[in-house]
């Protein structure tokens, strides 16, 4: 996925973590899937915690968000490389032990 798409994906993310913790019902227990905030998060590509509560959003916003900067971090990384290297790297060519012996360095 590109950085570009996961920035906006965090961006929305953080958007619906924000309705969370502005949330004014006064919602205790179970919230509805049609809450603003669950909406928000649904859009953003999260699978809604059961027992769908405030809580248990929050936290799972939190989580995604955190997956996304992992993701973004590696996609940063592959944007980074030359054209050859990323097209490689696509390609499933290209890993963390290339150059190395499968049993490791030979003395």
Not at 36 to 65: D, F, G, Q, V
């Amino acid at each position: 996925m590109q950085s570009s798409r996961l920035e906006q994906l965090e961006q929305g993310l953080r958007n619906a973590l924000q309705l969370v913790e502005r949330d004014e019902t006064g919602a205790q227990g179970e919230i509805a899937t049609s809450h603003p905030a669950a909406r928000a998060a649904e859009e953003c590509e999260l699978m809604l915690p059961e027992p769908l509560t405030l809580a248990s959003l929050a936290e799972a916003i939190r989580h995604k968000i955190d997956t996304v900067h992992v993701l973004l971090d590696r996609a940063r990384a592959h944007e980074a490389l030359p054209p050859e290297a990323q097209l490689a790297a696509d390609e499933g060519y290209l890993t963390a032990t290339d150059g190395v012996p499968v049993d490791g360095p030979r003395h």
